[in-house]
């Protein structure tokens, strides 16, 4: 419960404190700074804001002079805007103030993922030190570039082997750009037009610049102790170097070998770098799926170490990267591609996640409070009254049409917003019961 609390505390905070900063930045007066909800446990006056704590942690606000929000205070409606209002500030920057919120919410996002970039770094999957590289045969890169497994990379856009790791992390690429190998002794120059890199997800092949190259050794990383890699005596950071006496030295060849024995058992001959021992087993692959074998093994894995800059840059990247995924869920959620009782959580989930996530370790609640700042800005800036977005729409709508709406349909519209947020709340919370309720039946 103290992680659920702490987490959410957090996220509110953020989000008033932005709108705060930026009503200051203008010089609108700041009446009330309240985190959490009545019953207050605490106020206190400092200038002319009320600083509030709550008894109930589910949420906060920040009352702006001269803005009709959930407190639904029209008091001010009457007389002519003061200077210090938010109704007699330029429609720019009242859109900076409803907008700070949700950009706080993302910023934080992104101080956490870099945080957690510098602190643990990252693990990533080992590259061979030859530079040899495994294609897929159907990829772009063997089909449109002429790429074969067993080219030994030498340079990418005139770059040397001990970056060619980090080639899909370059900021540019000339166009054309050279990718250079060494095939049979023979150095050959491929000349690669950026037209052929895939330009989202969805089109990529995966691996190098998504072109379906991959430089991964057949060193072990984790190996399931339940599994059948594990029973022959594989351990992590072992080295797989034939497979039914077939030479095998990339990741990928081996994976592939595993998924070809159709549940037949294979031959296995590893060593352990560590002892300079070589053993010789059989592993009987297990059938997880139509045509899916597994032994129980993953890829060798490294740390990599980050900067402030790199990490600042990782973290921006990892927040847009969830943004987009997040979004792309709601979108499919709205059209009906995804069950809504399955896909969507409240609070009652939310308290169960966080405390797992508090119980597993640091890393894990921080990713979490991360996601959920990011999941707060996008339900933040949804078109619903009472939300950011839903003010956002007021203000496009005035300058459009130059003239705000009426006091009275801002009003029905908050009512008619928070009536729609609390039947959600609602929503989700039996929601939570029942699928707890059905996991534990």
Request: charged residues 20%.
């Amino acid at each position: 419960m103290v992680s659920v609390v702490v987490a959410i505390t957090i996220l509110v905070f953020v989000h008033e404190m932005g709108h705060f900063l930026a009503a200051r930045l203008f010089r609108i007066r700041i009446d009330r700074f309240s985190i959490g909800f009545p019953p207050t446990i605490f106020k206190r006056k400092v200038g002319d804001t009320e600083w509030a704590i709550g008894a109930t942690p589910l949420g906060g606000y920040v009352k702006i002079a001269g803005m009709v929000d959930e407190s639904m205070d029209t008091e001010f409606a009457d007389k002519e805007p003061e200077p210090w209002e938010y109704r007699s500030k330029p429609l720019w920057q009242r859109g900076i103030v409803i907008s700070a919120g949700v950009a706080c919410n993302l910023i934080l996002a992104a101080v956490i993922f870099a945080g957690l970039r510098m602190t643990l770094g990252e693990s990533v999957p080992m590259t061979t030190e030859d530079g040899l590289i495994y294609v897929r045969d159907s990829s772009i890169a063997a089909l449109e570039i002429g790429l074969k497994t067993g080219d030994r990379l030498v340079s990418v856009d005139g770059r040397s082997p001990e970056t060619v790791a980090a080639v899909s992390e370059w900021p540019a690429l000339s166009d054309p750009f050279t990718w250079v190998v060494l095939r049979a002794g023979e150095e050959l120059i491929l000349m690669v037009s950026k037209d052929v890199l895939p330009t989202s997800l969805e089109e990529s092949d995966g691996g190098l610049l998504g072109l379906g190259i991959y430089n991964w050794p057949s060193v072990l990383g984790p190996v399931l102790t339940d599994g059948p890699a594990y029973a022959a005596g594989l351990r992590p950071g072992d080295r797989v170097t034939a497979v039914d006496g077939a030479p095998v030295s990339l990741w990928l060849d081996l994976t592939s070998r595993v998924q070809a024995s159709a549940g037949q058992p294979l031959a296995i001959t590893w060593n352990r770098p560590e002892t300079g021992e070589t053993f010789t087993g059989t592993v009987m692959p297990e059938h997880v799926g139509e045509d899916q074998y597994r032994v129980g093994i993953q890829v060798g894995q490294v740390q990599r170490r980050y900067g402030p800059g790199t990490a600042l840059t990782a973290g921006a990247t990892d927040t847009w990267d969830y943004t987009r995924a997040i979004v792309i869920s709601l979108k499919n959620i709205i059209v009906g591609e995804e069950s809504v009782r399955e896909s969507l959580g409240g609070p009652v989930m939310v308290a169960k996640i966080a405390g797992e996530a508090a119980q597993a370790g640091p890393e894990p609640f921080w990713r979490l409070v991360a996601l959920l700042s990011i999941t707060l800005a996008i339900v933040n800036i949804l078109p619903v009254p009472a939300l950011d977005g839903g003010h956002l729409v007021f203000l496009i709508y005035e300058g459009i049409l130059r003239r705000e709406p009426s006091l009275k349909v801002r009003m029905i519209t908050q009512q008619a917003g928070m009536l729609l947020l609390l039947a959600l709340m609602a929503f989700l919370v039996f929601n939570d019961l029942d699928r707890i309720f059905r996991i534990f039946r």
